[in-house]
């Protein structure tokens, strides 16, 4: 790898390119971890699974995702995201569409509670 990257500036470019970027993705990580709560994270995660925020239209739509896998994804337990997946649906935020698909609608209503500060609105 070391001769590589020596012979090779181009690819040598993009490798450390993609380092930093790595390393600033996980320094993101770890100050969202350390000063945001469970709640706004699982929020933010289900947005961003829902492509709010992006250029094209958003899908509101999630395809099937057990909660263990929401609570690897959010740094928490199962339990607190069943919690608040429980508190969003009663609060209007997500709705689980029925059948067998296990489908989850995100409603942008979680957006607006995400951007004046999930935490204090969403303890109503």
């Known amino acids: 790898m070391i001769r590589v990257l020596h012979d090779e500036p181009e690819f040598s470019g993009l490798f450390i390119h993609h380092l930093l970027h790595r390393n600033s993705r996980a320094e993101e990580d770890l100050v969202d971890q ?3 709560s469970s709640e706004k994270r699982l929020a933010r995660t289900l947005l961003l699974l829902a492509n709010f925020g992006k250029d094209s239209k958003p899908e509101p ?5 057990s909660q263990e896998t929401l609570a690897e994804m959010v740094g928490t337990t199962r339990s607190r995201v069943s919690f608040f997946m429980n508190k969003f649906r009663r609060l209007g ?12 609608q995100v409603n942008t209503s979680l957006l607006n509670m995400v951007l004046r500060d999930g935490d204090t609105a969403a303890r109503k």
């Not at 739509?61 to 995702?65: E, R």
């Not at 935020?93 to 989850?104: H, N």
């Open 34 to 36: 350390l000063f945001n």
């Open 61 to 65: 739509v999630i395809a099937k995702l």
């Open 93 to 104: 935020f997500i709705d689980y569409r029925g059948g067998a698909s296990g489908d989850l």
